[in-house]
């Protein structure tokens, strides 16, 4: 028994979502960009989806584009700011009476907080922190026990970013913060929520066509009054994306194939590759020699380890 646990089990384990046609989803932030492009190749597989955003806006925009596609018998939409429990006990209530169950939970919605950590105040941190972490654990806290007790089996995506695993170099301390949390919060799940047949995923997208940059418009009241980032926000809000960014249905065909796989990690470019490269050598090379090697060889080599 290692105490932190075999990395073997972080990529091998066996999933149970092969067949998902039939099947019900809840995402959040599912109304534009990234969540919306996984709702529809859900949809297209054929689960019945509850998309849950705080913007009005962009449920009534993303409601026109399924029902232009002929799927709005497959959506329902909600709308839900993930940092209200409460809200999110309503939005598991109405999720499962209206589609009976959930059976693959996305905790998508994000905000891409940018700013230098020296300006940032109280109110940046948890805007950041309340939204791109904590919505992730309270749709944890809501729908895990109501997903274990249906007994179905199941799976989870958390939609981190590659700054989790390689921060870009400025203005994103509040944002890898709480996508490195995410990345994290996933891989520990993995083992204990096999046991109740329910797969991770962590989904790790580098640049993608959104509308990520309106985020700071739409701050809540409760997180504006005081932070630090107006001037960033206002200048982040008119960026225009470039073309080589990718379109949100990939990352949606990907976490499709994620979910049927159980695979952990979902990583849409590859182009970042040696970044993450520089971080583990470094990583690597900071680990001391082991004070006993035979026990470190029984531990395993996690090099050796494939992916499923
Ligand atoms: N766009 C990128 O290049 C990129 C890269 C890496 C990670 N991501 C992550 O992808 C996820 C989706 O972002 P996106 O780029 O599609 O942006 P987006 O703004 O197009 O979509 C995010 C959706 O989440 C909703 N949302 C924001 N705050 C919310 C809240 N408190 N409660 C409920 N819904 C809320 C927004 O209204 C929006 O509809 C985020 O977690 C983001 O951090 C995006």
């Known amino acids: 028994m290692h105490i932190f646990g075999s990395p073997r089990q972080l990529v091998t ?27 529809r190749v859900l949809v297209d597989a054929g ?25 709005s ?12 429990r409460e809200g999110f006990a309503r939005a598991a209530d109405e999720a499962y009476e209206k589609l009976g169950a959930v059976h693959v939970l996305v905790s998508n919605a994000g905000v891409g907080i940018a700013g230098p950590v020296a300006t940032a105040t109280f109110d940046d941190w948890d805007w950041g922190l309340d ?8 749709a944890v806290c809501t729908f895990l026990p109501r997903m274990i007790a249906q007994r179905q089996g199941g799976h989870i995506v958390t939609t981190s970013s590659l700054s989790a695993i390689t921060p870009s170099p400025r203005n994103a301390t509040i944002y890898a913060t709480a996508k490195a949390a995410l990345m994290a919060m996933t891989e520990a799940m993995r083992d204990e929520l096999a046991d109740h047949r329910i797969g991770v995923s962590v989904l790790l997208p580098g640049p993608f066509k959104t509308n990520i940059r309106e985020a700071g418009r739409y701050r809540q009241p409760r ?27 990939d990352a949606g065909r ?24 520089v971080k583990f050598e470094g990583i690597l090379a900071a680990y001391p ?17 494939k992916p499923a």
């Open 289 to 305: 020699p082991p004070k006993d090697p035979d026990r470190a060889r029984a531990m395993g080599r996690t090099r050796t380890v």
């Open 47 to 71: 689960l019945r989806v509850m998309i849950a955003d705080i913007r009005k806006d962009h449920l009534e925009t993303a409601l026109a584009l399924f029902e232009s596609l002929g799927k």
């Open 73 to 84: 018998r497959s959506v329902v939409a909600m709308e839900l700011d993930v940092t209200d």
């Open 254 to 277: 990907m976490v499709l194939d994620a979910i049927r796989a159980n695979q952990l990690y979902v990583i849409t470019h590859g182009e970042y590759r040696g970044w993450a490269e």
């Open 223 to 249: 997180y504006r009054s005081r932070s630090g980032y107006r001037a960033e926000e206002e200048r982040l809000a008119t960026r225009e994306d470039a073309p080589e960014w990718s379109d949100p249905l």
């Open 131 to 138: 939204v791109n972490l904590g919505g992730a654990v309270n």
């Open 13 to 39: 384990l066996r999933g149970d979502m092969e067949q998902l046609n039939g099947k019900c989803a809840f995402v959040t932030g599912g109304a534009s960009g990234i969540g919306l492009g996984i709702a």
